[in-house]
């Protein structure tokens, strides 16, 4: 009894070894597969990767000659336009001519006008590339603010508008780039003196928190709708087709002085409203831009 049921145990024992064992060669097997899959899948992952990072490298290149391609180009552009305005200057100083001082003018206004659109190319395609550096030191902002009104003024008068300041007293100094932050007034001014006609300009300072100030462009011009604000930040996206040449503009003006204001630690914002006018802020940090650490 014992015997026959010793041997139908070891019997069951042999099956269930055997079951055992090929399910276990089932799972390696398994296991092999999925593992090949994995690697096969890795090293794809890695070869996507490599693509990746030469098709950035190329990019970055590509950029990087973009960027020095216009930095030539207005160099090369900004020679010659500065020999043709100087002629005209000397043509409208000796004429006699009221015809040809006149068109002496026109050539001299035009040149100015590209000269001053291919500067703003240039440190479009720098500031793009990270290649506008800021030399930050005290600034007084009241004294920035009078430099670049005094620069804005013919453009005012032309259009019979007037300009006036409000500083909030105790401003006090500032850390910042006084050479950018009067390129970004500037083109504030220039902005809202091109596009108001017997109005008025105020640029006003004022303390903003604990660390912080707010400069404000305001004007009663002809401002913006919904759609031009929607445009204004983005570079070769003139708002509105000008008819007048002296207004022709590639639409940079913006997009630098905001490119400067994020560099500077501030941020920009308009408001605007057709017929009534636009006001422009800028706020920025007193002590400057947080230096980045270096990685
Ligand atoms: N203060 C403003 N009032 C009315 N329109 C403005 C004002 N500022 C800017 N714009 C409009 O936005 C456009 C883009 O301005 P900007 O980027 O400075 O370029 P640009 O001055 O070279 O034309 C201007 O051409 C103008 O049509
Ligand atoms: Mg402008």
Redesign the pocket.
Known sequence: MSGEGGIEDIELLRRMLARERSAREQAETLLENKSRDLYAALSRLQGMVGELDTARRQAERHSAAKGLFLADLSHELRTPLNAVIGYAEMIAEDARGDQVIEDARRIMVAGRGLLA?IN?VLDYSKAESGKLELALQPVEVPAVMEESIAIAVPMVMENRSVVHTKVEPGLGTVTSDPVRLRQVLL??L???A???MGGMITVQASRLGVDGYRIE?V?T????DRS?LD???EPF????R?EDLR???????????RQIVLMLGGRIA?Q?VVGQ??T?TVDLPIDGPVQRRSA
């Open positions: 659109l703003n083109n504030l220039s902005n809202a091109k596009h108001t462009v004007d011009g002809r401002g913006m031009q445009r204004l930040f996206q003139p708002v509105r000008e207004f022709a503009s590639t639409g940079l003006g913006m997009s630098i002085t308009v605007s006018g636009t422009v």
